[in-house]
């Protein structure tokens, strides 16, 4: 697995190739290292085990569900389109200082959600499937979400969740709330978003959506209040600098006999 390795770069794609037969060479026992969340995996012969790195990703992840929140509460589906128009135009936004955020899901990428919002002046309620200390149950929702300027998603995808944020879901929130999903895409019913964001009653902020990638003439690329972006969370130029060493110190424990760290699952 080598994250330099696009099609667009094949000296690197044939380098990647090469160091992949070298290490099969060496290992008596093969493995599959896979980092769950980009789809990309490093696949040797007779896969034994399954590794999940969700960890790598979820500082990026964070990083990305600020940015659009940050954006939208500041009016950059418009500004942006404004500046291709070359058109000055001034006009107030929510923003986010004194915001009331309601945060779906506390793991990695709620976790180092709820640290970066942390300066930002806002209200923040944090749900996950059941309460703790200052965690609220999911069951507490219907009277959470009209409370809610701003709903982050960041619960992982099971089919139980599918579609979890529905219309019901949407109409409890208040008139202009802003949807941001950097988890799955079909955690949300997009037709029902894309009437409610026609219409005004709500905005969105998507870094993932279903179907994706999303279609050209999909009304979400040029609704007022609609902001994407291609599914890019974890792709940022320090990845590599975050993935090669694990992954190096993965192999060296292989090529020593010994077990990979993080093992999920085996067969």
Not at 105 to 113: R, S
Not at 170 to 198: Q, Y
Not at 219 to 241: A, N, R
Request: proline letters at 7%; glycine letters at 8%; a positive charge.
């Amino acid at each position: 697995m080598c994250y330099s390795c696009t099609p667009e770069n094949f000296d690197a794609r044939i380098r990647c190739r090469k160091r992949s037969i070298a290490i099969r060479r060496r290992l008596s026992t093969p493995r599959l290292l896979e980092m769950r969340g980009q789809a990309n995996s490093f696949e040797l012969p007779r896969a034994l085990s399954l590794i999940i790195q969700n960890w790598i990703h979820r500082i990026a992840s964070a990083e990305m569900a600020m940015t659009l929140l940050l954006a939208s509460q500041r009016g950059w589906p418009t500004v942006g389109r404004n500046q291709v128009l070359e058109k000055w135009e001034r006009a107030w936004y929510p923003g986010l200082i004194g915001a009331r955020v309601l945060l779906l899901g506390v793991g990695g990428i709620g976790g180092e959600f709820a640290k970066r919002i942390a300066p930002f002046g806002v209200t923040l309620t944090k749900v996950a499937s059941t309460a703790r200390d200052d965690i609220h149950g999911i069951d507490e929702l219907p009277e959470l979400l009209p409370t809610a300027d701003v709903v982050v998603i960041a619960i992982p995808y099971s089919e139980r969740n599918d579609k979890f944020v529905d219309g019901e879901f949407m109409d409890r929130l208040p008139h202009g709330a802003l949807i941001v999903n950097v988890s799955r895409g079909r955690i949300v019913d997009t037709d029902a978003l894309v009437e409610r964001v026609r219409s005004g009653a709500l905005r969105s902020a998507l870094d993932v959506v279903d179907p994706e990638p999303l279609p050209e003439g999909h009304p979400l690329w040029s609704l007022p209040g609609s902001l994407i972006s291609p599914h890019h969370g974890g792709q940022i130029s320090s990845m590599s600098s975050r993935v090669d060493p694990l992954v190096l110190h993965q192999i060296s424990r292989l090529v020593a006999g010994e077990r990979p760290d993080y093992i999920v699952a085996e067969k």
